[in-house]
């Protein structure tokens, strides 16, 4: 039993979070049992109300005090060898929590719930998190597969033959959301299209998804949400843990993390990863493989250092895959893909003596990404350096946690060479330095009924050779104590990587026709310049009771539309791709509601409708600018999530989960210039995924689960033009809008060691 607990850090890392001296309070002690049974007063314990700026630690005496808050009732301890929980307490009373054997105890003062998938009605930005169990709902074998399981983010493959799958948000492209580990950019640039799979699920304690425009603490690349990954901390992550897993097409996965402390003050976790693939797969007989043959290797190793005044974060990841595909016979059409990908980082955080609200952070990371894609006669090449520093200083105003503000310096450096071999894809030569240095500040305002997150960035692109600032704001209203509104604003910038963002299109006879007019002498899209948009929206949080059991309801709807966007045109014709500077109307219109609601103890119910209106001007050959929907944007999506837990019995438990979905029709790229054979039709079909998983938690230590994926075994017919002349003109591989593999197996087994 470790004697000593460290404080941790909150949402903007290092953003230490303390009780104030206001009424009324919620108090309380926590302790643990020493070495001859008797309880021992615990410091350091972090302990907090829910997505929430307001928290304290526990003193010498293992004593805490809280302001009481009127919108929740829900505080999270979280402390080393024990994943963070959330406790519904009773305000105004005294809290009791006793540590032993690694565990919580807890007295009759508070019930014990366990939360995997949460809104805040606290944070002004509309946030939700996804927690570990419902990752593991889907397997979560890596991070693009891991939104199975929800309905503001759509998971779909590139192209059929690479096998790479992409995230969508607000029926916008993943690049145009930014995604975050630490809070600091993990996944840009060259790592857009094949980095989602570079981030097991099994690393993930839990992901953090953002709506709309994102702080400015953490850039100005967010233009419709950010996806903030907390990867297993000593904190919150168990001694050890091994998973196995293993699928109908011969997919296997091996995934391993080991937590230690080294001292009193220091401690480290250790990650690895590797995945095989080695069976063939051709189910519709095209001559292709329906699953890559490929090789993953993935490490991950971090140290944390924990003192009264000085938390640091340090580590390294490096990422190495090797990938075959194309047709059976690795010949006719042979498919090469090497990624090698390294990264180092570190966090520093300094909290000022006597004022808990006075910190200041650094952060620093650095980036190796070389990616070589050989696809058939097309040979692509790039390698990306990318540095990044964030300096932030905070400060409260006031005698209480009312009131902060933020105020720092970033920069971001990124190195970028790229080089293409292929008779369709010019120019061939991409290389570019882009440095971009900015200072922003932000102001928190947090009470019971408003919450404010105003903030503002200038930065400067020593590319572009422009200055440009991003505004974001976040405001929240609790009209009750059941019901919040939110309202956000704000605009996002980012440099476009034309080539590996749409390399899926290289899998294809497409020409690719780009205006002349983007390109200077090193090929990079000077004129096109940097893609710039506004996102706005509204967001309504409504807790409810039906039938005595409690739910929540959730509405919002956003409006995203670019002043400045690189078009990449399906539309003109089946054999060729344009890529031109926006010049008209791009925007994306998202309405959803969500529906939260228990049954009763054991069975909870998730329900969500969305309806999507994402439309570009394209250029028309004919009559100039036409307004057409965007393809592969299906505008109905219907959702159904039903989890189901049998009581524990002996550490015993059985846990059932299905989830539907409903996809509606998506507009399709233009190929009436095709042959009758090779054909779309204007619009694809509606379509039904179930996926289901049943797990057997055998003890404290050992899980087993077993799934299905795509259950109706619904398949895209014809998911390659042309796929018995793939040298020919009408071959294309990316005309992708649903599965290209049918009904999928899989098994697993979790084996973990609390303490």
Not at 121 to 135: M, N, S, T, V, Y
Request: aromatic share 12%.
């Amino acid at each position: 039993m470790k004697k000593l607990l460290f404080l941790l850090t909150s949402v903007f890392l290092f953003n230490f979070s303390f009780s104030q001296e206001n009424n009324p309070k919620i108090k309380g002690l926590v302790f643990e049992i020493s070495d001859n049974e008797s309880l021992k007063p615990l410091p350091g314990v972090n302990v907090f109300y829910i997505n929430s700026n307001n928290g304290a630690v526990t003193n010498e005496n293992g004593f805490f005090e809280l302001k009481e808050v009127n919108f929740t009732d829900t505080l999270i301890f979280s402390f080393i060898g024990y994943e963070s929980d959330t406790l519904i307490i009773k305000k105004g009373e005294e809290i009791k929590l006793v540590m032993s054997d690694g565990k919580l105890l807890e007295d009759v003062l508070v019930e014990y719930k366990k939360g995997s998938y949460s809104f805040s009605k606290i944070d002004p930005r509309h946030a939700h998190i996804i927690g570990q169990d419902e990752l593991r709902k889907a397997a979560c074998c890596n991070l693009a597969e891991s939104f199975e399981t929800n309905p503001s983010i759509d998971a779909t493959f590139s192209d059929a033959v690479t096998g790479t799958k992409q995230i969508k948000m607000m029926g916008l492209s993943g690049k145009y959301v930014q995604m975050l580990s630490g809070n600091m950019p993990v996944i840009r640039g060259l790592a857009t299209f094949y980095g989602l799979k570079q981030i097991p699920g099994s690393f993930i304690h839990q992901i953090a998804v953002s709506k709309g425009a994102g702080s400015v603490l953490n850039g100005y690349e967010s233009m419709v949400g950010q996806l903030n990954l907390n990867l297993k901390q000593p904190e919150n992550a168990e001694k050890f843990h091994l998973n196995v897993y293993l699928n109908q097409a011969g997919r296997t996965e091996y995934n391993t993390f080991y937590r230690k402390e080294v001292g009193k003050k220091w401690s480290t976790t250790f990650l690895a990863h590797f995945e095989d693939q080695s069976k063939k797969n051709d189910r519709n007989d095209d001559g292709f493989f329906d699953t890559p043959l490929h090789n993953d290797y993935i490490i991950f190793n971090q140290w944390n250092y924990r003192s009264k005044m000085i938390h640091m974060e340090m580590g390294f990841n490096g990422a190495l895959s090797n990938m075959e595909s194309g047709t059976i016979d690795q010949f006719s059409y042979p498919v090469k893909i090497e990624t090698q990908k390294a990264n180092a980082f570190a966090k520093i955080g300094y909290l000022f003596p006597n004022d808990d609200f006075k910190s200041l952070a650094l952060q620093l990371s650095a980036t190796y990404n070389n990616q070589n894609t050989n696809i058939d006669l097309t040979n692509y090449s790039g390698t990306q350096y990318s540095g990044y520093a964030n300096l932030i200083f905070q400060q409260e105003l006031g005698e209480n946690d009312e009131n902060y503000f933020k105020v720092g310096a970033s920069c971001q450096l990124d190195s970028v060479n790229e080089n293409v071999q292929s008779f369709t894809v010019r120019p061939p030569i991409n290389r570019f330095l882009e440095i971009v240095p900015g200072v922003f500040s932000e102001f928190t305002h947090n009470t019971d009924k408003w919450g404010l997150i105003a903030g503002l960035r200038g930065d400067y692109s020593t590319f572009y050779n422009n200055y440009f600032i991003t505004p974001r704001l976040h405001l929240r209203h609790n009209i009750n104590s059941e019901t919040a509104i939110k309202l956000m604003a704000g605009s996002g910038r980012r440099t476009p990587y034309m080539l590996m963002e749409n390399i899926s299109y290289m899998a294809s006879s497409r020409s690719w026709i780009i205006d002349t007019t983007l390109f200077g002498i090193a090929g990079l899209m000077d004129d096109v310049g940097q893609e710039y948009s506004w996102n706005i929206g509204l967001a309504i949080l409504k807790e409810f009771t039906l039938f005595n059991r409690e739910g929540t309801l959730t509405l919002d709807a956003y409006h995203t539309y670019f002043i400045n966007q690189l078009v990449v045109d399906l539309y003109q014709s089946a054999r060729e791709v344009h890529f031109y500077a926006l010049d008209g109307n791009s925007y994306s219109n998202s309405i959803q509601a969500e529906i939260n609601y228990d049954l009763n103890r054991r069975i909870s119910i998730r329900t969500a409708y969305r309806y999507l209106d994402v439309k570009t001007d394209y250029v028309s050959n004919h009559s100039g600018l036409t307004t057409k929907d965007n393809p592969f944007v299906s505008k109905h999506r219907g959702f159904l999530n039903i989890d189901y837990s049998t009581r524990k019995k002996n550490d015993s438990q059985w846990k059932i989960d299905l989830t539907t979905q409903w996809i509606g029709s998506q507009k399709l790229p233009y190929t009436e210039d095709n042959p009758e054979l090779y054909k779309l039709k204007s619009n694809s079909p509606n379509y039904i995924l179930i996926n289901g998983q049943i797990t057997r938690i055998a003890n404290k230590t050992t899980e087993i689960y077993l799934g299905v994926e795509n259950a109706l075994n619904f398949i895209q017919t014809n998911p390659i033009l042309s796929a018995e002349n793939p040298q020919g003109e009408y071959f294309d591989s990316a005309m992708i809008w649903g599965p290209i593999f049918g009904r999928m197996l899989y098994f697993g087994i979790r084996f973990t060691l609390k303490d």
